[in-house]
Every structure is written in C-alpha cells, then in structure tokens.
C-alpha cells in the first residue's frame, strides 16, 4: 500500500537515520521542490553531490518505486520555475547572455525562492521555532562569515520586540553567556549559515544540543551538518543565478519568524515599543 506522506513529511520521519549523503540529498530535494519536475535522478545526483545510487536507493527507502513518482508529486505543488545555476564561476560566466534575459531568469528564480521561503514558515518545526524564540526566556542568535550581518540584524531587531536577546559573537572564545548560563533559565539558540559552512556553527550547534537547548537553523539547499544536531533545520533557496549565493528569501524567512513571534507575544510588544522609544526620545537617537 502506497504510503500517503508528502515529500516534505516521509524525509522528515527518516531524518534521524540519514546517513550524511542522504542528508545533503535530502536537503536539495525539500529546498528545490518546485522544480523537481525539470529533473531526473542524474541531475539530482549532480547538483546534490551524491551519486545516482544514493538517489535511487534513498527515494525507495521514502517509498517512492522511481523518480517518475516523484516528479508527479513535484507538478502539484506549483508550475515550474527556471533551473538552478549550480555552480560559481565558471557556470556564472556560461550562462551570460543579453542582460535582459539573464536578470529574467534572476528574477524568476529569485521569487520562486521567496514564495519556497513561505511554504516553510508552517508545520511542526515552524510553530516549535516560533514558541521558542517567542517563550524562552533567553534566545541567542549566530551567524558567520557572509551571514554574520543577517543574523545580527536579526537579533537587533528581536531585541525591539522582546527582552533577553543576544547576538553571539564567540569573541570570549567560551560562548559562555549561551552554554554557561543558569540552567534556571529557558533558553534557544537561532542559527543562520550558508556555504561554505562554518566551523563555529557546528560546534556551537554540538555544544548547545548536548547542553539541552533548543537549536533552530536556517540555512540553504545543501547545508548537510545541522540535521545531525536537531531537527528543527530550515533549507532556503540561496541559489538564483548570481555569482554570490542570494540572502533574499533568508531575510525574508526571518521576517516571517519576526512576524510569527510578534503575533504569539501580542500586546507585550506594544508596551516594550513603548518604553524603548521614550528611551530613544531621551537619548537623542534619531533625526526625526
């Protein structure tokens, strides 16, 4: 009997067996969805960096006979979008034609991330995050290298909404303020990483799960680390044609966690407004 789970809800319920390939195929086909109708198990192979066996052998272990059941389940979730430039250089430069039809297909891509972006902002993980960074009575956010300004960025404007927010910087070396911490005290930590990955987020991400925090990461299409560490990972299409992977549909992600958190505090978020902008009155802070 064939099983009814999506896509999205048969890697999910075989996400803790993954082996570390499986992972990096299973974050491709959840990021790239929508387009899964323009593929077949060569081109996933290739883009994810497995090969054709894994492909096949992965999608018989979430029940699916072949590619072509796959590909099925893909066409009902929405029309396709253009393919995904993979690589960097060398396949940025192939593809330069009239600038007109390069920023089309840019920008196709770019809102088919956008909308791919929303379709994650629900379920089980979703609602867990939202709780978390709503509830907890510390929330810690981290970001690194090409990141490090979305996460601050974050994490500033959280701070407007609620109290006991802090952007992890790992200057002290210890993460102290995370991990030794009161264990009196509820906390969660908010991880956003792209490629190449950072060293430091996946030991912070290690030392927080065994320290029994929440961790929450945000991260793009091939990220093959974090599921080892939590199940609450969250894939975002970063790659639309440019020659630096897009934070467009992150930012726009993290907006949607924003908003979420907003509506879970309700009117304490007026309130802190509040007395943050009589402070901002009284210190000068803006022109206006």
Not at 15 to 21: A, P
Not at 195 to 203: F, I, L, N, P
Request: proline share 2%; charged share 25%.
């Amino acid at each position: 009997m064939k099983s009814s789970l999506s896509l999205f809800e048969r890697i999910e319920a075989a996400s803790s067996e993954m082996t570390r390939s499986e992972r990096l195929l299973a974050a491709y086909l959840t990021a790239n969805a929508r387009e899964l109708t323009l593929e077949n198990a060569a081109s996933v192979a290739r883009k994810s960096g497995v090969s054709p066996m894994t492909v096949g052998r992965f999608l018989r272990t979430l029940g699916y006979d072949s590619f072509d059941e796959v590909r099925r389940e893909a066409s009902r979730l929405s029309a396709p979008a253009e393919l995904r430039i993979a690589g960097r250089f060398e396949q940025f430069s192939r593809s330069q034609g009239p600038v007109s039809d390069v920023r089309s297909a840019q920008l196709t891509q770019q809102i088919d991330a956008l909308v791919a972006a929303h379709d994650l902002a629900t379920g089980e993980h979703w609602n867990a995050m939202v709780r978390q960074v709503a509830t907890s009575q510390r929330v810690f956010v981290a970001g690194y290298q090409t990141v490090r300004g979305v996460a601050s960025d974050f994490a500033a404007r959280l701070e407007y909404v609620r109290e006991g927010v802090k952007f992890l910087d790992g200057a002290d070396g210890t993460y102290a303020e995370l991990l030794g911490a009161l264990k009196s005290q509820t906390r969660c930590l908010v991880l956003v990483d792209i490629r190449r990955y950072a060293k430091q987020a996946e030991a912070l991400a290690s030392a927080a799960t065994e320290a029994g925090i929440p961790v929450f990461v945000i991260t793009d299409a091939y990220c093959h680390w974090a599921r080892t560490y939590t199940p609450h990972v969250f894939h975002v299409q970063t790659d639309v044609g440019f020659f630096w992977d897009s934070t467009v549909a992150i930012v726009s992600f993290i907006n949607l966690l924003m908003n979420g958190v907003i509506e879970q505090l309700g009117k304490k978020v007026g309130e802190r407004v509040s007395r943050l902008e009589k402070l901002q009155d009284r210190f000068g802070a803006f022109l206006d």
